[in-house]
């Protein structure tokens, strides 16, 4: 069945560090790719998504592409800031034989950003 | 707009009481999903309902979960007879289509403790 890995936390980093978060997928169908974060205290919400091979989503300066010849949707971010403390969860959604939508998600990373 | 509510925001019982959940989601939101995060399994899926369809009921881990959505709006989860391996937090997600490609928008969820 498919299924989402990513990579063990926690990661601690400084602030203005270099991020990156790995995430790979197993998939039968066409997925979806989203990454949602979970900042303390709050709900899940949408960090990005990318529907198809080689695109690319971002916002509030993270990254993601889609790498179908790999498998993987690792998340980026150039200069991390303390506000972006949280857990961070990669998912798909694959169309398969039943466009449902429902997301499988992976483990979640907690990351720590220390000033 | 409003976002996804979900009450009650915490529920404390004791072991073999029953529980009901709900959630309101975004008005005009076809699709409504409901997740359960926990420490041991994760996020994990549990049910979906679009429309008037007849839902998706593959995620309920036993027969003492069911749930329902009335008028195509407002969703109700019950677990019968609690066991303390339901504690955990109860996740709704709302999308337009429940297409896969679709952003899935979650509540703030009901933390369920079972004593």
């Known amino acids: 069945g498919d299924s989402v890995t990513q990579m063990e936390g926690p990661v601690t980093l400084s602030e203005e560090a270099f991020l990156t978060i790995n995430c790979t997928y197993t998939?039968?169908?066409?997925?979806?790719l989203f990454w949602y974060v979970q900042y303390p205290g709050e709900g899940l919400q949408l960090l990005l998504k990318?529907?198809?091979?080689?695109d690319k989503g971002s916002n509030k300066g993270f990254e993601a592409t889609y790498r179908k010849e790999t498998t993987s949707f690792h998340l980026e971010k150039g200069s991390v800031q303390v506000s972006d403390s949280a857990v961070y969860f990669c998912?798909?959604?694959?169309?398969?034989?039943?466009?449902?939508?429902?997301?499988?998600f992976g483990q979640g990373t907690t990351l720590q950003v220390k000033p | 707009g409003a976002g996804v509510s979900q009450s009650p925001s915490n529920k404390v019982t004791e072991k073999g009481k029953d529980v009901e959940l709900r959630c309101d989601p975004i008005?005009?939101?076809?699709?409504l999903y409901w997740y359960r995060q926990s420490l041991g399994q994760g996020l994990e899926f549990l049910i979906y309902?679009?429309?008037?369809?007849?839902?998706?009921k593959s995620g309920l881990p036993s027969d003492r979960f069911s749930a329902e959505r009335t008028g195509g709006s407002v969703s109700t989860l019950t677990i019968q007879r609690t066991q303390q391996e339901d504690s955990a937090v109860y996740l709704c997600?709302?999308?337009?289509?429940?297409?896969?490609?679709?952003?899935?928008?979650f509540g703030p969820g009901t933390r369920l403790t079972v004593l």
């Open positions: 997600a709302s999308s337009w289509l429940g297409q896969a490609t679709d952003t899935q928008y």
């Open positions: 998939a039968t169908g066409y997925p979806s």
């Open positions: 990318a529907t198809k091979a080689d």
């Open positions: 998912a798909l959604s694959d169309e398969g034989s039943s466009n449902t939508g429902k997301l499988i």
């Open positions: 008005s005009g939101h076809t699709a």
């Open positions: 309902f679009q429309g008037n369809s007849a839902p998706d």
